[in-house]
């Protein structure tokens, strides 16, 4: 599976940003995907999560961004609303999560996203 992060960019602090992810080598219907993000100096973080009809997400996020799918375009999607320059970060998409590991077996190269304030 092949991911591509697109949406990123410069922002200014209460913006807002769509980004999406396209995978292509197998349909993302029914497995899950995620949403990470990495800032600099810090660790790779969990932001959100779609699996079947459950959607998870890091409580400094909860109400500000939404994560949705279209599996008949093979695309999964992060809404971020309200943007804060701690949400400045690389963020990648994850796809197929593994319970056994723990991991997502594919990862996008990611996209930065940079809010000003």
């Known amino acids: 599976v092949q991911l591509v992060e697109s949406g990123g960019g410069s922002v200014q602090s209460g913006d807002s940003l769509r980004l999406s992810c396209v995978a292509s080598g197998r349909t993302i219907s029914g497995i899950t995907m995620a949403w990470f993000r990495q800032a600099p100096g810090k660790e790779r973080e969990f932001v959100g999560a779609?699996?079947?009809?459950?959607?998870y997400y890091q409580d400094s996020v909860k109400g500000r961004f939404t994560i949705s799918r279209d599996n008949t375009k093979n695309t999964v999607f992060l809404q971020m609303n309200s943007l804060k320059p701690e949400d400045t970060a690389v963020y990648y998409c994850a796809a197929d999560y593994d319970p056994q590991t723990g991991k997502y077996d594919y990862w996008g190269q990611g996209t930065q996203v940079t809010v000003s304030s």
């Open positions: 779609s699996s079947g009809n459950t959607k």
